[in-house]
């Protein structure tokens, strides 16, 4: 019954009056292991008719029945591939409008398709859908990488109507699925606590994961997901589907299990509070959701999507990182210029590559002494920095470290000179109390002069201060009170302002990147308030939580890793837990390594331990951020943790294990079988982050065999007094 998961997804059938019917045309889109079988059905609708693993003979695809009329199609349940509202169709739409006349009536017919190809990887297909009735175009857009198993999917919606229409629902993708069950794995939190996994199972009704908060969207719901199909997947068997949304805005999306046991996806931005107008001859371009299919388990479905996002989408994902030491958790707002120069003396002494001045260092009229002002009004602190920040940088040059700055340009505090100057660049509505989150509100990138004044702010301090070498883009506040004087006295649409928003923050950092295109940039939200594929365009990495404890830290990132490469994820030593510095230091490892400690606090083997993981950490980085990420022992079922990076030539490995609890005993004694080794090469084995006095419990001279680490296994000896443990497994 259940012959492949992605199947029978069409459009519904309606008179076509205009459209000639014509033989059913077939549109293979292939990736290096699944295929995605489009065809129109004989009234020019367009559906999937196959999604799932290849087949070996391409010409079966047209063996494949079109079953245009889905079981109860006289009630109008159908399986769409892009769902339109108000003709046929009585299901969840995925594009709803009102045209220029009031008609709130759509269909979709299929007009033409192309496909090209980009390079030897890379094609991206459209196909053509139009209104019969109404001069309404839709564009479905499908960019496949194939080595990968990726597809990026998104829609263009264009009207040439007289009149302005009106989207209500505009969503990127509209995906159906049949299978015996399905089990949706997804993610809530909030400030400190971000990443919590839940996986359910899906029954009959919509099933909606979605953000309101216009900025900082991540806060209590993440944008991703993954989707088993007939049983839960494991690390290393079943199917299951990883999605995720490229938007860093509201988001939606809907899974609804049909009276038929079917499962309709629809993903897109959220059009709470967001009708959008569209003039003719304008295009309305939704975000990219990106999926990736895998047979074999969330393994490798997740490391089909770091493959992917280090070639394709994050900001030199194929490079490396600078190690930091920020020094926010060691002054908070208390510090000087002399201060913060005897700081940089302990970052040269720890052995980092950079010193990041984060929050505290600008305002003079409302000093920003604290959270509650100054924010908006970015001059140096005169009383704090009376030499500027170019004195900063060049007194970190000549202690040779480099110096990096914290920023939060979107927002401002209503006690500032800019707020008294310009309030109508604040979102707020006219007539009710302001409503604050950290004592701030966010400014209205709606508006083009703001777009302006937020991208001057970073263009100045690269300006004056040319060689500074890394940017933290903050944004602590959700969006309250959303109103726009901008858009009221441009006589726009509310409705604009979270679609436009985002947009504008867009226009900001393209314009910023086109100036300087390599300074690495970290991607801030008051932790992880912001982490997705759109905004990682621009940034190298992002900041996963405001929680720093590292055994929460091993959970957090653990759920992260699924969508996101190691490359991506800050992750720094900070005081933070009642764990041993060794731990903290060896879980802030497997992402990019910051410290954000009192270097001159650090007792002679600390610091002597510290100096030491830094160089480790330096000779080892590359494999955490090229390498593939193999999960293998779970936290959340465990007592103790353990995943390992290897080298895409299966040359050399890193191994993390961590015990993170001990209510059955004090470690596990069981052999870890490893994975990403060759089965036919040996290996030899080394304890890395030793701390000074101690030794090792493994035996480093003896020789393993790939066939014996992946099926025997290893055994890293974790317990009570070996919490953390590193081990580098290098080909003889």
Known sequence: MYKHIFTSVFLGILGTSSFAQQAPIIIPIETRQNVLVLQTDRENHLGITYFGKKLSQPAEYKLIPSQSRQRDGNAGIYNSGYTPAGTWNVSEPALQ?????????LDLIYASHNTKKENDNVSLTSIVLKDPVYAVEVTLFYKIYFQENVVEQWSVIKSEEKKSITLQKYASANLYFIAKDYYLTHYNGTWAKEMNPEEEQLTA???????KLGTRANLYQSPSFSLSFDKPATETEGKVLLGTLAWTGNFKMEFEVDSYHNLRLIAGINPYASEYPLTSKQEFKTPSFIYTFSENGKGEASRNLHNWARKYRVLDGEGTRMTLLNNWEAT?????QDKLSELFKDGKKLGVDLFLLDDGWFANKYPRNGDGAGLGDWQENVKKLPNGIGYLVKEAQKTGIKFGIWVEPEMVNPKSELYEKHPDWVIKQPQRPEHYMRNQLPLDLSNPEVQDFV????????????VIAYIKW????????????YLEKSKQSQGKLYVDYVKGLYKVLEKLRAKYPKVPMMLCSGGGGRADYEALKYFTEFWPSDNTDPLERVFMQWEY?????????SAHVTDWGKQPLKFRTDVAMMGRLGYDIVVSHLNEKDLQFSQQAVVNYNAIKDIIFQGDLF?????????????????????????????????NGDGSDTPIRLEGLDAAKNYKVKELNLYPGTKSAIQEDQVYSGEYLMTAGFNPVVNAGRASVVIEIEAM
């Open 455 to 466: 991208y001057g702010i970073l263009d100045q301090l690269f300006t004056e201060n040319p």
């Open 631 to 663: 999960r293998l022992v779970d936290p959340k079922k465990n007592d103790y943790a353990a995943l390992m990076f290897a080298a895409k030539n299966k040359s050399k490995a890193i191994l993390f294990s961590y015990l993170v609890g001990n209510r």
């Open 561 to 569: 890793s699924y969508f996101f490469p190691a490359i991506t994820m």
């Open 205 to 211: 009704g919509i099933r909606v994961l979605d953000s």
């Open 474 to 485: 903050d944004c602590n506040a959700t969006m309250f009170n959303a109103y726009s004087a």
């Open 97 to 105: 409008l009102t045209h220029g006349d009031g008609n709130k009536s």
């Open 332 to 336: 908070y707002f208390d510090f000087n």
